[in-house]
């Protein structure tokens, strides 16, 4: 997977690939570092990789539902979305 330097560079399913390399733990331990890196750099939310490992409340986490999440923050604090 090819990581972008900006959150709108992305679109929706190749974000959702990334967060689901995340949770799949695919690759090195150096791999998943640059995933987690780049998770937390792109999207700006300030609970970064918290909302994969500590996520809040008692619904199931997923790839889609962390991706949801930061859709609805970044459209309520009027950051850019995803790429069409």
Known sequence: MQLKDK????????????VK???????????????LEKFSRVTGHP????????????NPVTPESVVTEIKQWRASVGKTLFRS
């Open 7 to 18: 959150f709108e560079e992305y679109s929706e399913a190749e974000f959702v690939a990334l």
């Open 21 to 35: 390399d995340i949770f799949d733990v695919h690759g090195s331990e150096s791999y998943q570092d640059s995933l």
């Open 47 to 58: 609970s970064g990789t918290d909302l994969i490992f500590y996520p809040e409340g008692d």
